[in-house]
């Protein structure tokens, strides 16, 4: 992968996992980085969000690192913010950095008190193994359940971005936890850094779902340490910040517990986009519409259904879906296919939906899920403990 | 079953269904009776609903019948709406009634012509087969893949209410279709029949989930007609009525597919009775909840964080969470309990949440859901043929 200049990560096994797998990792600019981050609109927020929100508001053009562990979400105990102050701190100190220059997210089980003491006592070696090349390191010791490592990457004219995110949904035993850090050396000042990544992660991290959840450590931030001296046009960074959230975000619903497909749903010629995402998500979250897919059931009727409970006007007899590019439903009826050849579409790993309101409405929106299967119910019900 | 007087009841099976069961029911009153109903709010509403809806407003004071089909939901076909009014007038003729005083309603798979030629051809034998004891045979015909039949019944100062509903969520391969169809001979004006109706429904059948989808089908319905001469208080007949309606919705819950438990959810301490059910729901409809009950696991995270997705604004630290009874967290922290032991309470078929927010809002609402079991997943994801 080709790196951003400037950064450096390391990760370690600091005991906060019940297995020996490394649970804390770090990522470093070598210079002060803008900084732009969106958290969980959840209402229950974990210590580390409010610390990184604060952080962020702090010192949004002298971000110097991120701390991530994973094993523990450092949410709903006592010491939930008191633990993420002091961690950050004591990496500030250790990085020889301010302690609002660091940004600190955790990723686990709630509820259970998170020691300080592991974090502290793993930093020596933590910042001890920095090293430009350790990227993929990092972003393995922020997975959870996940199956495989995620990242993604893109250039910008001689500027780089690489990011890395993990999440598969509901996990068992710890939450529905998404966390993304993006690196770039690109230049770009803090307010254009901030819109940028807002309409991104709107058009990405925002239209995949899982379950219908949020957690309460959701995270995506983004550091820009400058260091590549290139100074892309905003919408030209932009472009290319999209493109690796939206490989990000697809590589979370392709990982999503129990999941055999990936879901991409079209919606088109709705009154707006808004509308159009409205019924894009709730065709998304339907279990209805998630089984049927996993049996490659091309039983259009419940995507209609689901549609129809998205609270958007729209009438029935102008709908047109195509499941695989395979029309099977026109103007709210049933066209004519066969059930036999579409269902061998339908057992391909990836499917298609488009929903289409037939007339001149210029909103659309695409969104991604994934199929429901009986491995995450399995993976899901079984005891914590 | 102690039965309101001046009711009979039919059902044969019309080969509508793809096995030899019965799937057409028919219930008539022998004098007009008074009608209040209220439908299925998804944008996308079968033919039958459109009619019934019409009926009931044309002829609330003289309703005579209601007529049933399942194995097809009339719905997002050519015909469907010309097929429930040849269907309803032919029942209509039969009966000796106007074609406004039949109320059809329908259940199965959508998308598939359903050919009125069907019912209209067994008529004959179900108006034929009308008898007041046959109240069983009918609330059998309405069922689809529900394993129980489900019924429930009140007195009210000498009159008598009689309920039957089917559903069980998402029922593969047809649509989640609740219907429900009450019988009272007790005298009450139309006014305040669908008063009465209208907020025993919110209390009930509002108030439960099985997977938070809405059929295009959905019907209840209540025929009023008097043969008892009782006129109980109007309050009086309401709080039987939404005794009645709270029974069956419970058992639709208690039948949800793939469910093991039946799930209650209290919420009090919430600023309204609005907010109080807008938590109630989101913990009702969170996978994550409805499958760590399914796995008997006390994590109260979960519950919290789906309270938090509620769009309901309330401190972290303010929420008590009790399982069965046992108190597993206070003030937003995990409060002290055996966790073996709370485990094996959860193994028992009924399973009690309760989410407090501490203070003094009056604001409560109680919810029925049901756990989210392998099962589900594996007569949802079945082929459809």
């Known amino acids: 992968m080709n790196l951003p200049l400037g950064f450096r990560y390391s990760a370690t096994f600091a005991g906060i996992r019940k297995v020996m797998k490394d649970d804390l990792a770090l ?26 929100r604060r952080n962020v508001r702090a010192a949004p053009n002298r971000m110097r690192a991120i701390l991530i562990n994973a ?39 709630i509820g259970v008190e998170l020691d300080a003491r592991l974090i502290i006592d793993a930093l020596p070696a933590l910042v001890a193994g920095l090293s430009a090349d350790r990227f993929d390191d990092a972003a393995r010791a922020i997975l959870t359940t996940d199956l495989v490592m995620k990242t993604a990457n893109a250039q910008v004219k001689g500027a780089r971005i690489a990011g890395m995110t993990k999440g598969s949904g509901m996990i068992h035993p710890r939450m529905a936890t998404t966390l993304a850090f993006v690196m770039t050396d690109a230049v770009i000042a803090a307010g254009a850094l901030r819109s940028a990544l807002k309409r991104a992660c709107e058009k990405t991290f925002n239209r995949i779902s899982v379950d219908g959840d949020t957690s309460t450590n959701d995270t995506l931030a983004v550091l820009a340490n400058g260091a590549s001296g290139v100074r892309p046009r905003v919408t030209v960074f932009e472009a290319a910040l999209t493109e690796v959230l939206e490989s990000l975000a697809r590589q979370i619903v392709k990982d999503g517990e129990g999941a055999k497909k990936l879901i991409t749903i079209d919606v088109e010629g709705a009154a707006s986009e808004r509308a159009a995402e409205k019924i894009a998500r709730s065709i998304a979250n339907s279990p209805l519409v998630k089984t049927a897919i996993a049996g490659s059931d091309p039983n259009w009727g419940r995507i209609l259904s689901a549609a129809g409970n998205a609270g958007v006007t729209f009438n029935p007899r102008h709908i047109n879906i195509d499941f695989q590019g395979v029309p099977v439903c026109r103007g709210g009826l049933a066209a004519d296919f066969s059930e036999t050849e579409l269902q061998a579409k339908l057992d391909e790993p990836e499917c298609s939906v488009k929903f289409t309101i037939q007339g001149r409405g210029r909103g659309r929106a695409r969104f991604w899920t994934c199929d429901f299967t009986e491995d995450y119910i399995r993976i899901n019900a079984s005891y914590r403990t």
């Open 27 to 52: 990522i470093v600019s070598d210079t002060h980085a803008i900084a732009a981050a969106v958290f969980t609109q959840n209402r229950v927020v974990a210590g580390p969000v409010e610390v990184a």
């Open 71 to 109: 094993g523990n979400a450092n949410c709903a105990t006592k010491t939930s913010e008191k633990v993420a102050m002091e961690t950050s701190r004591a990496t500030a100190k250790a990085i020889g950095a301010k302690p609002e220059e660091v940004l600190p997210a955790s990723t686990g089980v």
